[in-house]
């Protein structure tokens, strides 16, 4: 589950569960607690209690511009948010319990673990009674992981406090993504990282297949260190990355489309599936292209876009494919390295290709798109683990691809 700022930037290339982190897993559900008299008061004002507040100005990421677009996708989907003080704590590692509850959101069970039924379960593990007395609101996420088989058989205790480390985050990942029974073709592959000796027989499809999906990857060194505890900047970039990969049924606020006209007033018009419509964004949304946050007004005609609606408002946008500006000519690259993996898109097409260059004993891992009409030679090659590879195309877009 490599998370090198390098692989991080440029690709849909990590793993697992992070957030909703308001104060910890104790007080992440305090924004949605309210009683019926607030609500009462709010209608007689005719105000909207629940009027989406996109706030995204953490006063802590400047060393991590690599995670700062999947930080505001994920507080778009209200996953998660910083701290009382403005923070957003981006090396903090992750708990468990946050981990679990973070899961469950994104697999959208949402409202069945915060219903009352739910969080009146009588858990089943030997720490049990600790999480009812800490983490209350808790009961109901942990209930709907253990249906959702979001735990080991042989778990005994939920262990909520403990750091979620890489291996752990890996496999719960690979569960709630419904990978398990192919996780379970794939035990005895051989793994590529170095430290591969160190995740047990009975985790390495849950690994092989976070890497053949492109959820996860290696460390500049190549190693996996599957001990390791997950930090929330990385964790972020992970779910962002997982999100991508849910059904856009399982998503009702998520739409996808081609810009069809200059925004105007803030307001985005799309098409899809040769239906055009518009949406208002929201004046603080974030919204991405390659990676860098840029403004409403430099979305361009024919850009094909990501987005989350909240309250009938666009309140994240990201450029999944970009129109070239024609001012700018296109740069050419070559690049060669060590073959490591790709990842593949619906239509079982190259995606990424993520290779590694040793210069000087210093190992770098980069990940490229791949154009669907990659030129392959010799044709029909077959790729292996640290084949010398070069690559070329334009605009970091891998247009041919040469085994030496």
Not at 53 to 60: M, R, T
Not at 75 to 87: K, L, M, P, Q, V
Request: without cysteine; proline residues 3%; hydrophobic residues 45%.
């Amino acid at each position: 589950m490599g998370l090198n700022k390098l692989l991080l930037k440029q690709m849909l290339s990590v793993v697992l569960v992070l957030m909703m982190l308001i104060t910890g897993a104790a007080s992440a559900f305090a924004t949605g607690d309210h009683d019926d008299d607030d609500d009462d008061d709010h209608k007689k004002k005719g105000e909207d209690k629940y009027k989406i507040e996109v706030k995204f100005d953490f006063n802590d990421l400047e060393k991590s511009e690599w995670a700062k677009k999947y930080i505001a996708r994920l507080a778009a989907d209200r996953i998660f948010d910083g701290y009382e003080d403005g923070s957003f704590r981006p090396n903090q590692s992750v708990t468990r319990i946050e981990a679990i509850i973070a899961a469950v959101r994104l697999m959208g069970l949402r409202a069945d673990a915060e219903s009352a039924t739910r969080l009146a379960t009588d858990l089943n593990f030997n720490d049990a009674e600790h999480v009812e007395k800490k983490f209350p609101n808790a009961v109901g996420y942990v209930a709907v992981a253990v249906e959702n088989d979001l735990f080991l058989e042989t778990e005994t205790h939920i262990k909520a406090e403990k750091a979620a480390d890489r291996l752990w985050a890996t496999m719960l990942l690979v569960k709630a993504m419904k990978w398990e029974d192919l996780a379970k073709t794939k035990m005895n592959v051989k793994l590529s990282f170095k430290d591969a000796d160190k995740v047990p027989a009975g985790a390495v499809g849950y690994v092989a297949v976070a890497v053949e999906k492109g959820l996860i990857s290696g460390y500049e060194d190549l190693t996996f260190r599957p001990n390791k505890p997950v930090t929330r900047a990385e964790l972020a970039v992970l779910l962002g990355q997982m999100d991508d990969q849910q059904p856009d049924e399982a998503d009702s606020s998520l739409i996808r489309g081609t810009v069809t006209t200059a925004v105007y007033s803030n307001v985005l018009t799309i098409s899809n599936d040769n239906k055009i419509t518009a949406y208002a964004i929201n004046p603080s949304a974030f919204i991405y292209r390659k990676g860098v946050k840029v403004t409403a007004a430099e979305l361009k005609v024919g850009d094909v876009i990501v987005a989350k609606v909240y309250n009938n408002e666009v309140i994240f946008i990201d450029v999944k494919t970009a129109v070239a500006d024609p001012t700018v000519p296109p740069v050419a690259f070559t690049f060669e390295g060590q073959y490591q993996y790709v990842t593949w898109n619906a239509d079982n097409k190259i995606a990424t290709i993520v290779i590694a260059q040793t210069v000087n004993s210093v190992t770098t891992v980069k990940s490229f798109n791949v154009a669907t009409n990659v030129n392959i030679i010799p044709n029909n090659s077959i790729l292996a683990l640290n084949n010398t590879l070069v690559l070329k195309g334009n605009d970091l877009v891998v247009s041919s691809i040469e085994l030496k």
